[in-house]
């Protein structure tokens, strides 16, 4: 894709536009393009023969700038160019000129040509050589960018500006890489010792590449150097550069506080950014498609332009409130990213920045957000909601464009507040859409979105609460007891909310409610060493505790407020077991399960009186994973989930079928301890 290339074209667009304005009242008739010829210049022109498949480019001075590749006078017949070539006349070759010419395979650049403006040859798929003639003093970013058959680019001996070696393109003293070919079949490429600098884009799309190493001379990285380089798997870096640093393969800067490019070809299905890092650099993340889950830590203040770009299976990432600038087009094309939430931290959503994510389905703006900016979620065709502050003053053209699916606006002021919002062009979904004024939310704050059971993470001492499946950021932290405090999540008093005990030893600390953590119940119970287990043993909707000790036996008691005084005992399964506790059958009362050998699971359908009375059994997910319980579709039936890759999460709502409508998605940290309940 050409996401980063798009505010370019978008101030050409308008500098094109004021120049036709100016010029149309006293310039004379321009050659009419008819299909087979016309003008590309003020005094250049073009003709095609349709048999042959030769685009000619003739005349004197310079060949028109485009503003986009649609605008090419050949961009209908682009498919049947075969051959351009362009006679001596010709000074420039302008932006765009023969972007996605798929079929060229020859290129004679005229002698006069003195500069080749950004992406002339762009997305030439089948280009395989091309010559640059002494005449050329300027070649601008991405020219080549997708030739994906180019193997060579060649220089003319008396070019004073630029020089080539191997077919790569290099300035003339070779201190610059300007172009890697992206055809050429390497997988791996040591930049030599002379280098300085590498253009933008030098290696733009390289999909053959596995291993780039940067010698200790580079001092200058442009930007988008290793873009959607889909093989590439490690960047490597010279220890004694001054500048960069790599690793784990992922390139840096020198102190470590910037990720300048994740390489595309990673096999990682999540990523967790180090604490160290205060930056994400443009396009860092850019054509990442093997990403499915992506954790920012509090350190980082800054997402650049284009960071996630076309991550095409990212489906959440978690912005912190740390997070003061995001930047323009920053998770484009993300197209399976499914909630989004805007930390109060940042003041404006630039241009582009969710543009085509056509999974996104709600968002929530944090309360600084003063401007939305252009086509920001233009395209996000199953947005349904969007809450918008009463910071907001201006919602810029198309920045809900095609958001065809958005029924609700929540927004926080008055009718009147959101009548003095300055709404751009092009915003018909969003004025065609319900707003709820004074709102929040779609609940308010009070029931946030699911019915069924979600996640908790705990860091330390605190708790991090979504409360929704989708994740994302978490809706609600909290602080509370200590490190080395064991959690236990259950509905202690029947209404139908899990809260959290804290044990300490033998000594468990009741919670009523986790907006303030509130203890109001203190109780001791069983040994130091016991496992715990919580259920609802006796179906009276209220849990109480469980002990298992010894490997498979258990000590049940149906009142935490008493304890030791309504128990028994039962033995089920093997000392080896993992020990699981859910209602599986939607009975009322919860019994218990075991994972032995990996993943297999036997289930007791029977209540834990009698533990072994109706034994079940069935295989999900790795031996590897972390396993979850809960009732994620609130139907009163608990089922599994795998918790892999640190932070990725596989949601099944059948422990029947338990491989079949498996839901995905990312919270949280790897290093998080992780309980589910709902809150």
């Known amino acids: 894709m050409k996401r980063h290339r798009t505010m370019q074209k978008l101030r050409k667009t308008l500098a094109v536009l004021l120049t036709l304005c100016l010029a ?315 909630s989004v939430s805007i930390p109060d931290s940042v003041t404006s959503i630039n241009d582009y920045t969710f543009d085509a994510c056509v999974s996104l389905t709600d968002v929530t703006i944090g309360d600084s957000v003063t401007t939305i900016g252009y086509v920001a979620f233009a395209g996000c065709s199953s947005l349904t909601s969007v809450t918008i502050p009463d910071s907001v003053t201006s919602i810029d053209e198309g920045a809900f464009y095609g958001c065809d699916s958005l029924g609700d606006v929540y927004y926080a002021g008055s009718e009147s507040d959101w009548e003095a919002i300055g709404i751009g062009e092009e915003n018909d979904p969003l004025l065609a859409a319900t707003v709820h004024y004074n709102s929040t939310g779609s609940d308010d704050g009070t029931d946030i979105g699911n019915s069924g059971d979600t996640l908790m993470v705990r860091r330390g001492t605190t708790m991090y609460f979504n409360y929704s499946l989708k994740g994302g950021n978490a809706d609600f932290s909290i602080t509370a007891g200590e490190a080395a405090d064991q959690v236990l999540v259950g509905d202690w008093d029947g209404d139908g909310v899990d809260t959290i005990c804290l044990r300490r030893g033998n000594y468990c600390y009741f919670i009523d409610d986790i907006t303030t953590m509130h203890v109001y119940l203190t109780v001791t119970y069983g040994r130091s060493g016991d496992e715990v287990l919580v259920g609802d043993w006796d179906g009276d909707g209220y849990d109480s505790l469980a002990m298992r000790r010894n490997g498979n036996y258990y000590y049940f008691c149906n009142d935490i407020t008493d304890p030791d005084g309504d128990t028994w005992s039962a033995t089920y399964g093997r000392m080896a077991d993992e020990v699981l506790v859910g209602d599986w059958e939607g009975s009322g009362y919860d019994s218990l399960a075991v994972r032995r050998d990996g993943n297999y699971y036997y289930f007791s359908l029977s209540k834990v009186t009698d533990p072994n009375g109706d034994v079940w059994m069935t295989t999900f997910g790795r031996a590897g994973d972390e396993v979850l319980v809960g009732d994620w579709d609130g139907d009163g039936t608990d089922s599994l989930a795998m918790r892999r890759d640190g932070n990725v999460y596989y949601i099944s709502n059948s422990i029947a079928t338990p491989d079949s409508g498996v839901d995905t998605f990312t919270f949280g940290r790897a290093t998080d301890e992780v309980y589910a309940g709902k809150w």
Do not use: H
């Open 24 to 338: 149309l009242s006293f310039a004379p008739a321009a050659l009419a393009d008819d299909g087979t010829g016309g003008s590309c210049g003020e005094n250049v022109t073009w003709t095609l023969d349709a048999d042959t498949g030769v685009l000619t480019i003739s005349g004197t001075g310079d060949m028109e700038d485009y503003a986009s590749d649609s605008d090419v006078p050949w961009y209908s017949q682009r498919d049947t160019v075969t051959t351009v070539i362009m006679t001596d006349g010709v000074t420039s070759i302008g932006y765009d000129a023969f972007y996605g010419c798929g079929s060229l395979t020859s290129v004679t650049i005229g002698a006069g040509v003195t500069s080749i403006a950004d992406y002339a040859f762009a997305e030439c798929s089948s280009l395989t050589s091309v010559t640059i003639p002494d005449s050329v003093i300027s070649v601008g970013d991405y020219v080549f960018e997708g030739c994906s058959s180019l193997t060579e680019i060649l220089v003319s001996a008396g070019n004073a500006v630029y020089s080539t070696e191997d077919g790569i393109l290099f300035n003339s003293d070779m201190t610059e890489l300007v172009c890697y070919p992206a055809g050429k079949e390497a997988v791996s490429y040591v930049i030599q010792e002379n280098i300085i600098s590498l253009a933008n884009g030098a290696f733009d799309k390289c999909e053959n590449l596995e291993s780039v190493t940067i010698p200790g001379t580079v001092t200058s990285i442009g930007n988008y150097v290793f873009y959607e380089c889909s093989g590439l798997t490690e960047i490597l870096v010279s220890a004694d550069n001054t500048v960069y640093s790599s690793e784990d393969g992922i390139l840096l800067n020198k102190d470590k506080t910037e990720i300048i490019c994740y390489p595309a070809g990673k096999e990682e299905v999540s990523y967790e950014i180090p604490e160290n890092i205060i930056s994400i650099g443009n396009g860092a993340f850019g054509g990442c498609k093997g990403l499915i889950g992506m954790t920012i830590p509090d350190s980082v203040t800054s997402v650049r332009n284009w960071a996630f770009a076309d991550c095409v299976n990212l489906e959440s990432v978690m912005i912190p409130d740390s997070v003061i600038s995001i930047g323009v087009g920053a998770f484009v094309a993300c197209s399976s990213l499914a």
